[in-house]
């Protein structure tokens, strides 16, 4: 079944302890993207990749950390968390950047206390 | 500043009418827009993508618009059914994907 994965799904943890949430894919697209999504402020996308070691900057890319070193992976790293953090994260990933529907995973509930 | 503005956060209507969402846009020249339907927990899930050289883009009981001179893109759900009740995204891009907040549609029996 084509997917999108992330985990963990849920995530208490406090201030300044670092994190990693994964996301993989099993249908070789190029793109992929995170995106929190915020009461009021809709989906914002804090990374993208455009292929393998390709990676940019989205809207709202600071205190995030991201790596593609392979097709199907793309984690997003929180070196130090702070509760403004605390928020629904979403993956994504699609054929390419242009003209693609987009494939989102079901999402990780963060909160940093 | 770029600016997507989807102008109804939520939408009540009867079953079997007619429901009309709007997407406005500010400051940005789009090549595509997509919209896309998300359920509560879950992640969206893409519905129709219209090009800037579209104007109408059709899927099932599903119509799309596209109007770059007025900046405006409309969603319309015909012969709405209570399981259309969902949250409506817009979204605009080229390289990167900007999101509106959504609208909330209720369709009620």
């Known amino acids: 079944e084509a997917q999108v994965t992330q985990n963990p799904r849920y995530l208490i943890t406090v201030t300044g302890k670092k994190l990693t949430v994964t996301c993989s894919q099993n249908?070789?697209?190029?793109?992929m993207s995170w995106y929190r999504q915020d009461p009021g402020l809709g989906l914002r996308q804090i990374y993208y990749s455009m292929n393998v070691e390709v990676t940019d900057k989205g809207d709202v890319p600071e205190g995030y950390k991201v790596s593609r070193k392979e097709k199907r992976n793309f984690p997003l790293i929180l070196e130090s968390p702070s509760p403004n953090q605390t928020s629904l994260y979403f993956c994504a990933s699609s054929y390419g950047a242009d003209n693609q529907p987009q494939h989102f995973g079901d999402g990780t509930r963060l909160s940093i206390l | 500043s770029q600016k997507i503005e989807q102008n109804s956060e939520a939408l009540n209507i009867q079953e079997g009418k007619t429901a009309t969402l709007t997407c406005n846009y500010t400051n940005y020249s789009p090549a595509y827009l997509q919209w896309y339907r998300q359920d509560p927990g879950r992640g969206p899930v893409f519905l129709l993508l219209i090009r800037e050289n579209e104007k109408e883009k059709r899927k099932e009981r599903l119509k799309v618009t596209f109007d770059t001179t007025l900046k405006q893109s409309l969603f319309h759900i015909t012969a709405s059914q209570p399981a259309d009740s969902a949250t409506y995204l817009c979204a605009l891009g080229n390289n990167d994907m900007r999101f509106g907040a959504g609208t909330r549609l209720t369709v009620k029996p």
């Open positions: 249908m070789n697209h190029e793109y």
